[in-house]
């Protein structure tokens, strides 16, 4: 069973910077998309950044310009980049691969933005 395993979550105050990661336990094969969603208290999960095995990518509106999504196929990872943080970036970041065959979610990873 693939697990996918996240890392870089923490405090930080805003306009601060943190690097998320997620790796897979083990290789994945017909990956159709990579990406990163997030969930705060109250609210629904939502997108945050994608990327296609195509090379395309796709920004929630919200990120536009702070974060970068970028991904090491060799690895199976997933790299969130996320610059100028504000406190409505703070949620649970929660990593997502999607196969041709199955949906793999990470467990999560908190981020909090807060001075």
């Known amino acids: 069973q693939v697990q996918l395993v996240e890392s870089g979550g923490g405090l930080v105050q805003p306009g601060g910077s943190l690097r998320l990661s997620c790796a897979a336990t083990?290789?994945?094969?017909?990956?159709?998309?990579m990406g990163w969603y997030r969930q705060a208290p109250g609210k629904q999960r939502e997108l945050v950044a994608t990327?296609?095995?195509?090379?395309?990518?796709n920004y929630a509106d919200s990120v536009k310009g702070r974060f970068t999504i970028s991904r090491d196929n060799a690895k199976n990872t997933v790299y969130l980049q996320m610059n100028g943080l504000k406190p409505e970036d703070t949620a649970v970041y929660y990593c997502n691969v999607v196969t041709y065959w199955d949906n793999y979610w990470g467990q999560g990873t908190q981020v909090t933005v807060s001075s």
């Open positions: 990327t296609t095995q195509g090379g395309s990518m």
């Open positions: 083990r290789k994945i094969f017909g990956i159709n998309a």
